[in-house]
């Protein structure tokens, strides 16, 4: 199966608001992908939206969020279900720093329905770290039933290795994510303990265009996503 | 200075218990980004951050940090702690911005 499991809608304030839940789909099935997760900053309140239109379009999905720790890593949440996505949401709405969005400096925050009609906006910034470790964030993914990868983890901003210097040895994620393939050999330089063939591997786009979302040249076999997430069926 | 006269002369608060204070302050260094101080922390500087990560204390061994000041009030959890005991590492928590922090490591002469 071609994937790409990290991409933002409208409703993180750094996305075009092209993003939204039928375009998404749609340029994702147009690209050959057969399974996609939203995964907005810091939010889940797009993914009810996202189900709908990723069923009528007949495309796969999984259900997520990139949460920010309060180390500042991004970390990303992947659901199989969408009802075990959304749990997770009050958990957040706990652990947020109550800082209101400015439209004009960082961009809106657009909540859609199916049909891609604006049906809401969030108002509080969700590019922010939670009052919550990166521990504690792991901790609550598992708790609700989901996967917790560790975003983008080479990149020079908000990754374990800029905030954390390198990935905790004792910290139990269940996947890695970067960018580019070549990126292993950076991966494991830097932390020599992470064994290439023990480690769950994802490579995804981070679109937060639609231009940018991956083409179909990452596979993902259906025991990996069986043994992560269980039978999508 | 050594650590014990900073935590004489500050009333700071060493956190680890039996880590040893007899080793001599040169200088400091200021930064949250463990990747930054990977690459540019110095022997024998006292590491001032508001960063509580288990691996500020992979990071502080590696620089071999003469110790490490939290700032702002914020405190390291327990499991940090008594990594920081293994090691032999001098912890300290500050209740001043990073900022007055290092103020008042140079007005002390470090």
Same mark, same amino acid.
């Given at each position: 199966?071609?994937?790409? !499991?990290?991409?933002?809608?409208?409703?993180?304030?750094?996305?075009?608001?092209?993003?939204?839940? $039928?375009?998404?789909?749609?340029?994702?099935?147009?690209?050959?992908?057969?399974?996609?997760?939203?995964?907005?900053?810091?939010?889940?309140?797009?993914?009810?939206?996202?189900?709908?239109?990723?069923?009528?379009?007949?495309?796969?999905?999984?259900?997520?969020?990139?949460?920010?720790?309060?180390?500042?890593?991004?970390? !990303?949440?992947?659901?199989?279900?969408?009802?075990?996505?959304?749990?997770?949401?009050?958990?957040?709405?706990?652990?947020?720093?109550?800082?209101?969005?400015?439209?004009?400096?960082?961009?809106?925050?657009?909540?859609?329905?199916?049909?891609?009609?604006?049906?809401?906006?969030?108002?509080?910034?969700?590019?922010?770290?939670?009052?919550?470790?990166?521990?504690?964030?792991?901790?609550?993914?598992?708790?609700?039933?989901?996967?917790?990868?560790?975003?983008?983890?080479?990149?020079?901003?908000?990754?374990?290795?800029?905030?954390?210097?390198?990935?905790?040895?004792?910290?139990?994620?269940?996947? !890695?994510?970067?960018?580019?393939?070549?990126?292993?050999?950076?991966?494991?330089?830097?932390?020599?303990?992470?064994?290439? $063939?023990?480690?769950?591997?994802?490579?995804?786009?981070?679109?937060?265009?639609?231009?940018?979302?991956?083409?179909?040249?990452?596979?993902?076999?259906?025991?990996?996503?069986?043994?992560?997430?269980?039978?999508?069926? | 200075?050594?650590?014990?006269?900073?935590?004489?002369?500050?009333?700071?608060?060493?956190?680890?218990?039996?880590?040893?204070?007899?080793?001599?302050?040169?200088?400091?260094?200021?930064?949250?980004?463990?990747?930054?101080?990977?690459?540019?922390?110095?022997?024998?500087?006292?590491?001032?951050?508001?960063?509580?990560?288990?691996?500020?204390?992979?990071?502080?061994?590696?620089?071999?940090?003469?110790?490490?000041?939290?700032?702002?009030?914020?405190?390291?959890?327990?499991?940090?702690?008594?990594?920081?005991?293994?090691?032999?590492?001098?912890?300290?928590?500050?209740?001043?911005?990073?900022?007055?922090?290092?103020?008042?490591?140079?007005?002390?002469?470090?």
């Amino acid at each position: 199966m071609f994937y790409d !499991l990290h991409m933002h809608s409208c409703l993180s304030p750094c996305a075009e608001n092209e993003m939204t839940p $039928n375009n998404i789909c749609n340029m994702a099935l147009i690209k050959g992908l057969d399974l996609i997760a939203v995964t907005d900053h810091n939010s889940t309140k797009q993914l009810p939206a996202c189900a709908e239109a990723a069923r009528n379009i007949g495309i796969g999905m999984l259900f997520g969020a990139e949460l920010e720790s309060s180390e500042e890593v991004h970390v !990303l949440a992947l659901y199989r279900r969408l009802e075990a996505a959304l749990s997770l949401q009050p958990w957040i709405d706990a652990h947020m720093p109550g800082i209101p969005n400015d439209e004009n400096y960082f961009g809106n925050q657009l909540i859609m329905n199916a049909n891609d009609e604006i049906i809401g906006k969030e108002p509080q910034l969700l590019i922010v770290s939670l009052t919550a470790t990166l521990d504690e964030c792991v901790e609550e993914i598992h708790r609700t039933g989901g996967k917790a990868i560790l975003a983008h983890v080479v990149d020079r901003k908000n990754s374990v290795t800029t905030q954390l210097g390198f990935i905790p040895p004792d910290l139990p994620y269940d996947g !890695l994510e970067i960018k580019r393939p070549e990126q292993i050999k950076e991966v494991i330089a830097r932390n020599p303990w992470i064994k290439e $063939n023990e480690t769950e591997w994802l490579i995804d786009s981070d679109a937060h265009t639609l231009i940018d979302i991956s083409e179909a040249v990452n596979e993902i076999s259906e025991d990996t996503v069986a043994r992560l997430w269980g039978d999508l069926q | 200075m050594t650590i014990q006269q900073l935590i004489e002369q500050t009333g700071w608060k060493p956190v680890t218990k039996d880590a040893d204070v007899t080793k001599e302050i040169n200088g400091a260094y200021c930064s949250d980004l463990l990747s930054w101080v990977m690459g540019k922390g110095q022997p024998d500087q006292a590491w001032i951050t508001v960063q509580s990560h288990i691996n500020v204390i992979a990071v502080a061994v590696l620089r071999e940090f003469s110790c490490v000041i939290l700032a702002e009030g914020a405190h390291f959890p327990e499991n940090v702690i008594s990594r920081a005991e293994d090691e032999d590492l001098v912890l300290i928590e500050s209740d001043l911005p990073v900022f007055e922090t290092a103020r008042k490591l140079i007005e002390l002469g470090v």
